[in-house]
């Protein structure tokens, strides 16, 4: 009697354990191809059929993103019967490549789903995201900055590139400085789809200090279209490391000191003669000082040195010359010249430039 007991509430469990919901899906994941954003929101339905012998109830259904939206029954799905989730997707404003993850939680355990397409932009999107026009190619910005770092540090920026066009492109690159390297990623931009460019800026091979602006061009199909070249500026700032100076180092370390820290050229006849100013930059240190760069951004000025390097108690003269042909009478001459040293504890100094320009 014992053993046919024991029989029977083991036959028990095991029907007990069989009758469970049971969902197979058709498919988890769905493609919609490329399309264009001006569509407007697209729509699929994922299926699966209860295979189970008890009911199956979505508890949720839930998207790794605000511009996917899933639908599910809120009534339970019956021993072989259909259930129906249905997702769409928002491309508006989002061009390029998605793929997007729905959970879907129900009581017989958890399933993802996947969906995932290229949309391609509408062109207030593209003039928006992507504003510089390359031809076979849109681009996001002309200008890179990489921001500041110390000498021997590295910088990484980045340029996207999109493709609106119907066949796939190949972008290169042309004339980048030796400092910086830059890779695609991918390689091959299909259409409707976004690339990048990362750039990344190795400082120990940059010759100057301070900001050092160079440029690159960008060719986006340069099978088809190699004359089509965009340039892209670059901006880095690179100061010094005294970091690893010891106190004694910066005891005798070079100290500058200049003679003028504002320049007066007085009142300048436009188109005239060129007029010049001079600067006495004095080393008060106990090791020789070095000038690693002594520049200005306004092309009306020149400046020239005697010596970039100076020895303890010495002094060296820098002359800044106003081209007079560059200026224009009813533009001031209004500028500044950075002095970059190795003087630990004013490694960059900034001299002002006026000026009256008079026709």
Known sequence: MKRFLTATAAALTVLCLSAQPK???????????????DMGAVSCTFTAVNTGTEPVVVLNARANCGCTRPTYPKTPIAPGDTLSIGVSYDPTGRPGKFMKQIKIDTNCGSQHLLIKGSVIGAPATLSARYPIDAGSARISNSMTPFGQT???????AAVNIYNPGTDSIRPAVDSLP?????????EVIAPGEQGTLSLTAYTSRCPDYGVVTDRFIIIPDPQNAPDKRTPIATTVIVNEDFSQLTEKQRANAPVVTLSEQALDF????????DVSRTVTITNSGKSPL?????FTADPALDIK????????????EATVIADARKLRADMPLNARITLITNDPSSSSMIIRVAGQVIP
């Open 23 to 37: 969902l197979t899906w058709t498919d988890t994941t769905h493609d919609f191809g490329a399309f264009q954003e």
């Open 150 to 156: 110390l000498k021997g540090h590295v910088l990484a």
């Open 266 to 273: 007085g009142k300048i006849q436009a188109g005239g003669a």
């Open 305 to 316: 040195l005697k010596s970039t390097r100076i020895a303890p108690g010495k002094k060296t």
């Open 178 to 186: 030796p400092y910086i390297n830059a890779l695609f990623r991918p």
């Open 290 to 294: 070095l000038i690693r760069r002594m």
